[in-house]
Structures are given as structure tokens and as C-alpha cells.
């Protein structure tokens, strides 16, 4: 069982978006990235898999900037083997962009099963593994809570439903899996183990050639302008009690005796 | 209980000499030898752990021991637990220690838990056995160069609100008398800014010349690594002795006790020498030339932070800053100096209370503010970054609020010498 994990690096939002609000365009090169927090749910799920049975695990980025440092720490995780996909990309890449060089490696490859993060929040629609399984014409689940391996090429997967309910489901592989959550929360790597990977493993780098198809004529981006504010009521509680009466008598939510 | 059996030899003979006489007596080993010692011989191995083996159960750790009076921990209950075959690898004992050094201070057989904490701790990182908030702490000091989270990119924003010039070494572009190394709560966390913006305007005061890494500064990572995570603590080091390198100056002086350790222990093996001092050292050298122009008629009383205490030997300075604000009563606890107690936040457990609160009945930092209030004094004085935020939520959780307050030294002084009007002290 071969398990593909696809990783990407998303704007880190302890740091502010860098706006050029003239242009309406997001400043990449001045922002700083982090690996979607997903992805990590994705690739511990895929790493409790391999501690059950035995499946080898391949994490895959493209390399929209530095992806180094993720692929080695999936490595330190856990990831039997790592693989950087290069060529002329950069941060501003749209997600459907990346579907398509992630599918295009992944369908050379003999993998079994893909899983990725359901969501990022440059992606909050969930598109990665729903393109990714388009492009390879391969089934797709998606906010997936738990991979298991199933008798033959089965895999059982659980998935969460609104209202608290779980579908508990079949699938033939090979197969595309967004996962929502790993059952564990994601393992730590220690830093030095990060670090003797980095010295002792390379990641394989494999070229790709710029994605055809359609791309976003225009994009624009612009601050949210707040649409009004709370007001804060103030003074002893007498007058906080008036104010309060007369707000809700403006409402015309008092009834009257 | 099986009675020891005396053995007698009536010819003994060692390397062919004869040593015959009443002292070949021995007793025949008891069961107490017998014991499987696996599990404690797999935590002696470790290196760095090799002294918790040394442990005769005297008991006198357990009599000092902060962690003890508050829960059922001791260095000797560490060992007789190992012992008996419960590994400290899978016992919530490694880390609850906050690395506070009083066990070490007594033990007649140098047990020395400093040692072995970040060493046994390291493995249990290694084998993914840590608290799981203590790694957050991790991730976000590799992140982002400090253990809360926040922004690299404003780890001098607190400057601004300082009043006066706090030159940034990379704008500065010249030699500085003092490096001050600002730390990450002192950069971070409200109340931390507030005593550096009360420290800024003491060296503005004094004539100082100094400046900051700004940006360029991460965290000093003692207390990482002492909480297990050496690997981290070398990154940070590495980083901070290159960026420290590219700038002259005479001397670092550093806000938090452990960035004082580190850069006194352990920067120098990692080729980061330079003369340090901790504020409070700086500041009582040059209390002749302090103009004080208003006292605080208060009773005062001055927690020794753990790092700067028993672990380095001040223990004066700060009490020098003290006595010398006009008006002070400086009172003592109990609890002090070589024996003070701890405030709970050393070796990692700033980071681990949620973890913390299963073992014990209260937090060490309301354990002390009790006793700061059960000897009358009205304000608690600090000076080590981790405290304020520690104390002052122990504060309002024991109900001591509007009873006591909880003071960094450099806000106090910079009060005294007119220039904390914001300080409230009421």
C-alpha cells in the first residue's frame, strides 16, 4: 500500500496579509508561510496508517517557496520518502493550478492512496483533493475522520455529518481522501531530529512544467470596511438601564402595558 | 519481613593476604538488593541521568522540594518510583520538576536533577510522550523565535511605547556599551512591556548607551531546554550568537534570569562568550548616580527567581534596588534567598499548567503569594519576566486581589525616580 500525502504552505496569519491595497493584489513575497494546519492532520493520519499496516507514506509539495523545512519534518514525522515538485512557481499559484501538477505526479506514480487536507485557509471550499481526484478520474471522500485498510484494496473511511452523525463508508482503491482530522492529534518532531534529517536525507526534486488551463483573468482584494460597531453603553447603572429601555423601545421590541 | 543473616568467615584471604579477624563479618544481602533493576538502570543510562542512581533515600529533597508541598513529588519519590519499575519516561513526575535547583542545595549525594530533568525529558520528547501544551510552546518557539505565539516581525513593537529612544543595533550601525538582550515576555506579554518600558527609560535616565536585537532576537531557550527540547535550544543559540556577532558592544545585560543562564553556561560551549549581567547587577552598580525624587511608604518583599538565585548566586543585587527606593520596608519571608521558594514557571512549567493542575492542589505561584501576604506586605517585588504574569494571576485566584501587588524591581524604580507616573500603587 502506497499512500500519497500533499502538503502546501499557506500564509501564516499571526503575521498580517500584506495588502497592496492600490492594486488590490496580496504582497506573497513579503508574507510568511506555514504549513496548512490540515495537511498536518492529513499526514498524521496517513502516519498512524503506516504504523498499522505497514503503509509507506510519500508527503509531496510543490514548491511555491520554502517547502524544504515541511518535507523534511514530515520526514522526521515519520514519511518514508519526500518529493519537492520544482518549476517556475511561486507563492501566488491558485489551488487549482497546484491539483494539477500535484495529479499529473501522482498519476506517473504507483500510489493507492491520496490524502490530503480537506481544506486550507487560502482554500476554504476544499478544492485540492476534489481536483486532485477530478484529474486522475479516481473516487473522492472528503472531510474525512479516520482511513483504515479494509480486506483486498478496501479502504474504510469515517466521515462526519452534520448533527453529530458518522457515515461509516467502503471504498475500492486507488482513491482520494480529504481529511478533516487525524485520529490523534499530529505527533511532534524534535528539532534535532528535523535537523539530522536535513543533513543526512535530500528530497527528491522532480520538474514540472507550467500547469495548462484556465487561470483567474483578475483577482482583487480588498480589507473587509466594517458595517457598523457596538455601541458601548456607559454611565452608572441608572443610566445604562435608560439607555437599554430606549434602545429596545426604538426596536420596538417593548410591550406595552 | 525475612531477618538478615550475619555471615562469619573464620579465614578470609584477599590477593593472597590474610585479613583474619571479627570484621570478616558481613550480612548476607537482603531482598532489597533483589529488585529488578531494569527500568531504573534504562533512566541511568541515559546520559545526563546517570546521578539519580546515586539516590540513599535520605528524604531531605522531599523536605525542600516546592513541588512536594503542594502535591506528592520529590526527587527521592522519583527514584524509589523508578525503583520499583514505573519508568519516569511514562510518569507525569518528569514534569512537574521546575528545574528550581532546592533538592540539589541539600542533597548530601549530588542527585542532581538539572541534569537529569532535560536529559530523561529529551527522550520523552523523542518517544512523543510530552504534554501536548508544552509542544505548542515548542512549535511556536521554532516558529516564531518566542514560546506564546505572537508575531516575530513585532518583537520590538513594545518600543514604542517605551518614551524614549530604544535603538534598534541593526539601524544603529554602531558599537553600544550594552547589548540589552530584551527577552520574550519583556517583549510580549502586557505586563512585561510595561517593565521594559520602565527599563528603557532607567538606561534613557542614566545616561546608558545601549541597544536591542529588535527583530533579530529570538528567544534565549534555557527553559526549553530544560524542558527537553535541546535541539530547539541549539537552533536558538546558533541563531542569537550569529546575530549578537555582528554587533560590538562591551557587555549583554539581560531582562530574564534565564537568558542569564544560558548566556553564562551554556551560550559559551556553543561559542556565544560574552560578559553578562542581569539588570538588577547592572542597575545596583550604578545606584551612586540615581536620583530617586519619590519613595513608596510600602512594605515590600522580594521573590528570588529561582535562575537568578540558586542557580547563579544573586542575591543581593536586587535587594540592593530595593532597600535603596526611598520609604521601602523591605521585608523577608520565610521562604528566601538559598531557600525561596518557586513560582512554579521554571524548567518548562511556564508552559505545562493545565498539565500541572491534575498533580497538584494549588499552583507554587499562589503557594507563595500566601505567603508574601501572611507577612504583611503590600507589595510583591520581582525580577524575573515569568513572575509578574504568574503572580499576579495567583493574585486574583487566591483572593488576595486589592491585598497586594505584584511589582517588577524596574517598574518600582522607575517610579522612585520619577519617571512611571502610569504605575498605579495603591
Redesign the interface.
Known amino acids: 500500500m502506497r499512500v500519497a500525502v500533499l502538503l502546501k504552505a499557506v500564509p501564516?496569519l499571526?503575521?498580517?496579509l500584506v495588502l497592496d491595497e492600490e492594486s488590490g493584489s496580496l504582497q506573497y513575497d513579503e508574507m510568511?508561510y506555514?504549513p496548512s494546519e490540515w495537511d498536518d492532520q492529513a499526514l498524521e493520519e496517513a502516519l498512524i496508517l503506516k504504523e498499522e499496516s505497514g503503509a509507506q507514506v510519500t508527503a509531496i509539495a510543490v514548491s511555491t517557496g520554502d517547502v524544504d523545512t515541511m518535507l523534511f519534518t514530515a520526514l522526521a514525522k515519520g514519511a518514508d520518502h519526500v518529493v519537492k515538485i520544482t518549476g517556475d512557481f511561486d507563492a501566488s499559484m491558485s489551488n487549482w493550478q497546484q491539483a494539477r501538477v500535484l495529479s499529473d505526479y501522482v498519476r506517473e506514480q504507483d500510489f493507492d492512496m491520496v490524502l490530503s487536507g480537506v481544506q486550507a485557509i487560502d482554500d476554504v471550499d476544499g478544492q485540492i483533493p476534489g481536483l486532485v481526484a477530478g484529474f486522475l478520474n479516481w473516487p473522492h471522500a472528503s472531510v474525512v475522520t479516520e482511513v483504515r485498510m479494509g480486506g483486498d484494496s478496501k479502504v474504510l473511511l469515517r466521515q462526519e455529518y452534520s448533527g453529530g452523525l458518522v457515515a461509516e463508508i467502503e471504498v475500492e482503491s486507488p482513491v482520494v481522501i480529504g481529511v478533516q482530522a487525524a485520529r490523534k492529534?499530529p505527533?511532534?518532531a524534535?528539532?534535532?531530529?528535523?535537523?539530522q534529517v536535513a543533513k543526512s536525507v535530500a528530497i527528491e526534486e522532480v520538474s514540472a512544467g507550467a500547469p495548462a488551463g484556465p487561470a483567474f483573468a483578475d483577482i482583487q482584494f480588498v480589507r473587509p470596511v466594517a458595517a457598523g460597531r457596538a455601541e458601548m453603553i456607559e454611565g452608572d447603572v441608572d443610566a445604562v438601564a435608560d439607555r437599554i429601555v430606549q434602545i429596545l423601545a426604538d426596536h420596538n421590541l417593548l410591550r406595552r402595558a | 519481613m525475612q531477618k538478615a543473616k550475619a555471615i562469619e568467615l573464620e579465614i578470609a584471604v584477599v590477593d593472597g593476604v590474610e585479613l583474619n579477624g571479627t570484621w570478616n563479618r558481613m550480612f548476607e544481602p537482603r531482598v532489597i538488593s533483589e529488585y529488578d533493576l531494569s527500568v531504573l538502570e534504562e533512566i541511568t543510562n541515559i546520559p545526563g541521568a546517570e546521578s539519580l542512581g546515586y539516590c540513599y533515600q535520605c528524604g531531605k529533597c522531599t523536605a525542600v522540594c516546592p513541588v512536594d508541598s503542594v502535591g506528592d513529588y520529590s526527587p527521592r519519590k522519583i527514584f524509589r518510583r523508578t525503583q520499583l519499575g514505573i519508568s519516569l519516561l511514562d510518569s507525569p513526575d518528569l514534569w512537574l520538576c521546575t528545574t528550581c535547583r532546592n533538592c540539589l542545595r541539600v542533597c548530601p549525594k549530588e542527585v542532581n536533577m538539572i541534569d537529569i530533568m532535560p536529559a530523561v525529558r529529551?527522550q520523552a520528547?523523542?518517544e512523543?510522550k510530552?504534554p501536548?501544551e508544552l509542544?505548542t510552546a515548542?512549535?511556536n518557539t521554532?516558529?516564531?523565535g518566542n514560546p506564546i505565539?505572537?508575531?516575530?516581525?513585532k518583537r520590538a513593537d513594545w518600543t514604542k511605547t517605551a518614551g524614549v529612544p530604544v535603538p534598534v543595533m541593526s539601524q544603529k550601525k554602531a558599537p553600544v556599551d550594552v547589548l540589552w538582550f530584551v527577552e520574550c515576555y519583556p517583549a510580549y506579554h502586557p505586563r512585561g512591556k510595561e517593565a521594559s518600558a520602565a527599563l528603557a527609560r532607567i538606561f534613557a535616565a542614566l545616561g546608558v548607551d545601549f541597544g536591542i536585537l529588535g527583530t533579530e532576537e529570538k528567544c534565549a531557550g534555557d527553559s526549553q531546554r530544560m524542558a527537553g527540547?535541546?535541539?530547539?535550544f541549539?537552533?536558538l543559540a546558533e541563531h542569537n550568537i550569529k546575530m549578537l556577532s555582528k554587533y560590538r558592544f562591551n557587555e549583554i545585560v539581560v531582562t530574564d534570569p534565564h537568558a542569564y543562564n544560558a548566556f553564562l553556561h551554556e551560550y559559551p560551549k556553543l561559542g556565544g562568550e560574552w560578559p553578562v549581567r542581569h539588570y538588577t547587577q547592572f542597575l545596583a552598580e550604578k545606584l551612586a548616580g540615581v536620583n530617586f525624587v519619590k519613595g513608596i511608604k510600602k512594605r515590600i518583599t522580594f521573590h528570588d527567581p529561582c535562575y537568578l538565585g540558586r542557580h547563579n548566586g544573586e542575591y543581593e543585587a536586587p535587594r540592593s534596588l530595593l532597600r535603596a527606593l526611598p520609604d521601602v520596608e523591605l521585608v523577608e519571608m520565610g521562604h528566601c534567598k538559598q531557600t525561596s521558594y518557586c513560582c512554579g514557571g521554571g524548567g518548562g512549567g511556564m508552559w505545562l499548567d493545565g498539565f500541572t493542575r491534575d498533580y497538584a492542589s494549588e499552583r507554587l505561584s499562589e503557594r507563595r503569594v500566601k505567603e508574601a501576604v501572611e507577612y504583611g506586605a503590600e507589595i510583591l517585588a520581582v525580577s524575573c519576566p515569568y513572575e509578574v504574569p504568574r503572580f499576579e494571576d495567583a493574585v486574583k485566584s487566591t483572593g488576595h486581589d486589592g491585598q497586594i501587588q505584584v511589582m517588577d524591581i524596574a517598574e518600582l524604580m522607575a517610579y522612585c525616580m520619577g519617571l512611571n507616573e502610569g504605575l498605579a500603587i495603591s
Open positions: 501564516d499571526v503575521e498580517e510568511s506555514v492529534p505527533r511532534y524534535s528539532v534535532a531530529k528535523v535537523r | 529529551e520528547v523523542l512523543g510530552a501536548a509542544l515548542f512549535e521554532a516558529r516564531y505565539g505572537e508575531s516575530a516581525r527540547e535541546r535541539g530547539l541549539e537552533m
